[in-house]
């Protein structure tokens, strides 16, 4: 029989734990090709819930949904080399069809530049059919060559680094948004306006906490002229994660892919072809993983109640063998209603009346999964005309009152969707450290926090900060050339920039590198 | 530059007439790897409202949405043989990954059968873990190997036997369920409560009808108990198409993947492993190809106001260069009113206000996009406090006095989407005909019919009428062994039989074989 609870504590094996909570939440399932996973009606579902509020809200910004073949030709993915380079390790190829081979292998989209941007050239003649805004909900393939089990199992604190559900699987599912705007400025606004829709679907939706800024050149999108990026933070192991991002292509594609207009503001018979200027932006299956990282603990899951499909469950408590049929019969009468009037007032709501087990397994069972208020219904609580209420968040256990079930109940809801992120929140930020000198960089990462400097924006300062943050690599990672690396990396320059101490251009210096610094960075370890 | 209008008959060159209608209202464009295509917003738009509707009445039915992945091993994928009898001659395979190639190739579903019951068996332990009832929104894969070209352009009427856009694509979308039953009595209530619902996207959301009924043994779903089915019919060539089909498998697949319970009825310790009872059930992207070749007209698509992103657009008319400043001003504000009104009560509207081109560009432009309602708006009709409403549909021209549009409006467009069902179901039901003597049913099929005869329900039976109702193939099709045929297939016995004459059992012969029929069957040539 499978188990039914989590024997691992969070803080101590958190790679066992995560799986624990996957799996036995009912989540999840690995699956008999590794680096894909099956993901079960319990995330799925949250998946629908961010896919309704962001196509709904994208919809308002005038973008369309679209869906593009998931095919793609060698000779069109190959078209634009520095974007090429970045994902060429990781394609999947289509060799053969039934018993026949193919004439060329077809690729599989590892995201999908390449296969629209084609079609952006056959459609925009002229600035009036800009701007162009295109999204499609579907799956891409990224084929990671690392081997899953080693780092999950042997390096812990780097467990994630090879596939790992929701973080990093071989094939995910994502929505890819694609633009093409007249002007830089226009395409400037959207990549911001879809960071911040980012932003809401992890703090508003999933209530975990981001920080908001802009790549550095190194770390920006294959091929783009700059990358915006919200970056997550996992307590436990003190690393970052990359939530979402929202690129500006600039014209590099366009000039690739012959993306062209007449410029419209020259109107004598004189105007030049001038190349569109392009965005593109995604949000990948990711986001469940790291909600259920930072809500989980050591009962399993804990759903936010925005995102969760069952958000009170009601079981009949206070019931044994000896008890009167009357008394049954009575608590059974008052579930019914409490079930009627919560759903009436648009409440995810079921009861548990399962008669082969005892309320404490049903407890147990409900907390494993994360529903974020449990009623408990008995004898006693009908007569006085109430029923307790349980947070799954903070187990704090309230009575009440029938009669004014259908207001506190959603104001408990909305209580514990606030509270959860505000209490990530709080731990995000004192795990951000303003760090002045080189030699506290080291040891405020290894406890685990995130370090926020004053940054010369170099390559060259990038990676020798890289190699002097690294710890010595264990024999396993040193036998794998694709072992990440220990070092700290740039997350983000954030767009709010601490204001104490400011950064004076031209006496600030990089802690890292003595040059002059441009604007604090944030480095961290990250998954 | 692209061509603005459509230039062929769709009763003279349906196929070309197909594509041109397709292409040029935007819905689709034809991609460098044959058999895959694009998915414009304007069509995909008609998916999206078919998931809504969908998904929300199966989730009333208890159906949960998951996601399995698109991979399959070789090992699995063949578990089933007669299943995969059915599919190994489209399936494509994966085989190399970056620039390594892969230990063994893996598949990429056709289906997902083989992909989701080992956990069907796996998480189904006792009679409490039933019904399961899963479903996933996904990409397929079929590898079709006959050339598309060569059938739509040398063998007109077998036009879209090859890949053709929506009917029969390499890649498409759709819906497919999974469920298990204790019973057979409950998996045959879930078949029927499905197709109906199918019935329902078809005939209510697309307003095209279907004949619903029971496979015949031979084209039953490889592997499975029945298949139920909706048929549809393509009047301008008199051929059938198979709109969407819903299976209940038997134990086929709980013996093969093990899917088994103890018996609940056996209470006393003796109870033995039974195999639960299985459905599947799947609608895909070939509706909306089934939609435009029901309402096409010479000018372009016709859409259903139910799944039309736009129902109406408004026009500024009857303003010329000449025109007073005065009276363009009155227009265009009168215009904004007429917007928000409409909005206001739900209607998806936009006015189409390009100062670039004529009233008459814009109503072609729009009408070949299938816009169901057109308001007209110019001086003359803000003095007279109404607007002009065209119809889509049949070109009905009226005016709507400015104090009723937001009754008159939405009753319109309830009017059109009741009439486009009305007039495409009464010329279906005018193209089935009885026939009770052989002599007649070939000579029916070759004026456009479907013919419903008395039948003996056998193979043998079945595979004659195909060859004896084949016309002398073309030399094309001779050439290709793979090509259609031409005979009539069984299409569905009707779960409406007609009732004069009635069958007489022992008395009433199968119309082809002279054997004693059992019921009518629906016969024609299809798609």
Redesign the interface.
């Known amino acids: 029989?499978s188990k039914t609870g989590i024997e691992v504590q969070k803080e101590k094996d958190f790679s066992t734990w995560y799986q624990q909570v996957l799996t036995r939440s009912d989540m999840l399932?690995y699956?008999?090709?590794s680096g894909?996973?099956?993901?079960?009606?319990l995330a799925?579902?949250i998946?629908?819930e961010i896919e309704k509020f962001f196509d709904a809200e994208i919809k308002k910004l005038g973008v369309?949904?679209?869906?593009?073949?998931?095919?793609?030709?060698q000779r069109?993915l190959e078209k634009e080399k520095a974007h090429i380079e970045g994902f060429?390790?990781?394609?999947?190829?289509?060799?053969?069809?039934?018993?026949?081979n193919l004439e060329e292998?077809?690729a599989?989209r590892p995201t999908s530049e390449t296969v629209m941007y084609?079609?952006f050239a056959?459609w925009i003649?002229s600035h009036?059919d800009l701007p162009l805004k295109?999204n499609q909900w579907?799956?891409v393939v990224r084929?990671e060559?690392k081997n899953p089990r080693k780092y999950l199992y042997i390096v812990l604190e780097i467990a994630f680094c090879g596939c790992a559900p929701f973080l990093r699987t071989?094939?995910f599912?994502w929505q890819e948004g694609h633009t093409a705007h007249l002007t830089k400025e226009e395409a400037d606004v959207e990549v911001r306006q879809i960071l911040e829709l980012y932003r809401q679907v992890y703090e508003d939706l999933l209530a975990v906490p981001v920080i908001k800024g802009v790549k550095s050149e190194k770390e920006k999108f294959a091929g783009g002229l700059y990358t915006t990026t919200i970056e997550g933070f996992i307590p436990t192991t003190g690393r970052g994660i990359q939530a979402a991002t929202s690129h500006c292509l600039g014209q590099n594609f366009s000039k690739m892919f012959d993306i062209v207009i007449e410029d419209p503001s020259v109107t004598d018979g004189t105007a030049k072809k001038i190349n569109v200027w392009q965005n593109s932006w995604g949000l990948t299956t990711r986001t469940i993983g790291v909600m259920v990282m930072t809500h989980g603990d050591n009962r399993g899951l804990v759903l936010p109640p925005r995102v969760a499909n069952l958000q009170v469950v009601v079981i009949p408590c206070g019931l044994t063998a000896k008890s009167k049929e009357q008394d049954r019969k009575k608590v059974e009468d008052k579930i019914q209603e409490v079930l009627t009037e919560l759903k009436a007032v648009g409440i995810k709501v079921k009861a548990d009346l399962?008669d082969?087990y005892t309320p404490a397994y049903k407890f147990n069972h409900w907390e494993l999964r994360g529903t974020p208020v449990r009623l408990e219904i008995g004898p006693r609580d009908v007569s006085s005309n109430q029923v307790m209420g349980i947070r799954r968040d903070t187990f704090e256990k309230k009575p009440i009152p029938l009669s004014e079930l259908t207001t506190r109940v959603p104001e408990l809801l909305d209580t514990i969707q606030r509270e959860m992120f505000e209490r990530a929140k709080k731990t995000y930020d004192e795990h951000v450290k303003i760090v002045l000198k080189w030699d506290d960089f080291v040891p405020m990462l290894d406890a685990k926090n995130f370090v926020l400097i004053p940054w010369c924006e170099t390559g060259q300062c990038e990676d020798q900060i890289k190699e002097n943050s690294a710890r010595k690599a264990t024999q396993d990672e040193a036998e794998d050339e694709r072992a990440p690396s220990m070092g700290a990396k740039s997350l983000c320059i954030p767009f709010d920039q601490p204001k104490n101490p400011p950064i004076v251009a031209g006496e600030t210096k990089c802690v890292a590198c003595g040059n002059d610094a441009k604007r604090y960075c944030l480095f961290g370890r990250s998954y």
């Open positions: 029989m399932e699956y008999d090709i894909c996973y099956v993901i079960r009606p799925y579902n998946w629908q369309e949904d679209a869906y593009f073949p998931m095919f793609v030709s069109v060429a390790p990781e394609v999947a190829w289509v060799t053969k069809a039934g018993s026949s292998p077809i599989i084609p079609y056959k003649r009036r295109l579907c799956n084929w060559f071989r094939e599912l399962r082969n």
